[in-house]
């Protein structure tokens, strides 16, 4: 055989090996991509799904039988993932892609090992690790259109945005509804709030309010209010998640007819949202008051409660009822206004 014939018998049957290589290299990550996530528990049952999230000491396994499972890690004897991850564990590390091997309840890392209560997330997005805030929000509107013997135009907008941080948290609520009844307008009326959190332990956090709001056909130019907080944020029996507030504000109000007034007042929040019913209905209740605690008779409280569920993508519909109770309004104006209303809203 010529040399040039060796060199080319030579140069194919490298080529063959290396395809064969790499043939066999890919079939091995395919076939460990197809096998399912593993988990075993300290009673003996042993679960396969993929493993989607590990945080606040759960660790979310999605089943082909039983949708997402959330598991205390406590509970974990054994854990194999083969799909790579990144890792953030109790001490600040965070570690690269790498698979996630857990036996008799230790994390299998390079170096030393570490128990699997250590494991606080995986792939931990960038302001979990104290880089900026989480960006969260909900944008939505309600429109009514009636002709014939009376025409009526209804408007209602509602923003409700969050940016969350490691320490702190900085919130904006904004509303508004605008009615016309042949041409004529006969409601007019926004709020604003503007919320700033900081976190403090055990679910406890200190805040700063501001709001504004505004109800010319109650008889209202503007009421404004400045004020300090306490709240706390917890889980009632895993049937919702709870917010509590709690503080102090000075209270300015602007009246068309009334006289103006100022007092000091004792403000309150409750925000109460639930996922009891997965992810296709979602109730949720707020509510916020001012207690006038010079004139004590005088209550303001505003209700909300509705329920909310998906459409297409992030588009999001939800029924819902306001009550808003005024004690202190004029006699021509009734002191409980409610409104029932379907929206449409954007969600991110």
């Known amino acids: 055989m010529m040399v040039g014939e060796r060199c080319l018998a030579l140069v194919a049957a490298t080529c063959v090996m290396i395809l064969a290589a790499a043939s066999g290299h890919a079939e091995e990550e395919s076939q460990q991509q197809s096998e399912p996530d593993r988990i075993v528990l300290r009673n003996g049952s042993v679960l396969f799904g993929t493993v989607t999230d590990v945080a606040e000491g759960k660790v979310s396994l999605e089943t082909d039988f039983a949708g997402t499972v959330e598991l205390?890690?406590?509970?974990?004897?054994?854990?194999?993932?083969?799909?790579?991850?990144?890792?953030?564990?109790?001490?600040?590390?965070?570690?690269?892609?790498?698979?996630?091997?857990?036996?008799?309840?230790?994390?299998?890392?390079?170096?030393?090992?570490?128990?699997?209560?250590?494991?606080?997330?995986?792939?931990?997005?960038?302001?979990?690790?104290?880089?900026?805030?989480?960006?969260?929000?909900?944008?939505?509107?309600?429109?009514?259109?009636?002709?014939?013997?009376?025409?009526?135009?209804?408007?209602?907008?509602?923003?409700?945005?969050?940016?969350?941080?490691?320490?702190?948290?900085?919130?904006?609520?904004?509303?508004?509804?605008?009615?016309?009844?042949?041409?004529?307008?006969?409601?007019?009326?926004?709020?604003?709030?503007?919320?700033?959190?900081?976190?403090?332990?055990?679910?406890?956090?200190?805040?700063?309010?501001?709001?504004?709001?505004?109800?010319?056909?109650?008889?209202?130019?503007?009421?404004?209010?400045?004020?300090?907080?306490?709240?706390?944020?917890?889980?009632?029996?895993?049937?919702?998640?709870?917010?509590?507030?709690l503080g102090m504000s000075y209270v300015r109000e602007y009246f068309r007819v009334r006289d103006d007034n100022d007092y000091a007042g004792m403000v309150w929040t409750v925000n109460l949202t639930s996922d009891w019913f997965g992810e296709r209905f979602q109730p949720y209740f707020y509510q916020n008051g001012i207690w006038n605690l010079q004139q004590t008779s005088n209550v303001v409280v505003d209700t909300t409660a509705g329920v909310t569920f998906p459409l297409i993508g992030k588009i999001i519909g939800s029924a819902e009822v306001l009550i808003e109770y005024d004690s202190s309004t004029a006699a021509e104006v009734a002191s409980v206004d409610q409104t029932y209303r379907f929206r449409l809203g954007y969600s991110w």
């Open 72 to 245: 205390d890690q406590a509970q974990i004897v054994e854990m194999t993932v083969r799909t790579e991850h990144a890792l953030q564990l109790a001490d600040g590390r965070v570690l690269g892609a790498v698979p996630i091997e857990v036996r008799e309840g230790e994390l299998i890392l390079p170096g030393e090992p570490a128990s699997l209560a250590d494991l606080e997330r995986i792939d931990p997005e960038p302001w979990e690790l104290g880089k900026g805030y989480d960006w969260t929000g909900t944008a939505s509107f309600a429109l009514t259109v009636e002709q014939g013997n009376t025409d009526t135009e209804e408007a209602d907008y509602r923003l409700n945005t969050r940016l969350t941080g490691l320490e702190d948290r900085y919130t904006l609520l904004a509303s508004g509804e605008i009615d016309r009844v042949n041409g004529v307008k006969n409601t007019s009326d926004w709020t604003v709030t503007g919320k700033y959190d900081r976190f403090l332990e055990e679910d406890w956090y200190w805040g700063v309010s501001a709001r504004l709001e505004r109800d010319r056909f109650a008889d209202l130019n503007l009421r404004s209010y400045l004020g300090p907080y306490v709240g706390r944020a917890f889980s009632w029996q895993n049937y919702a998640d709870v917010e509590l507030e």
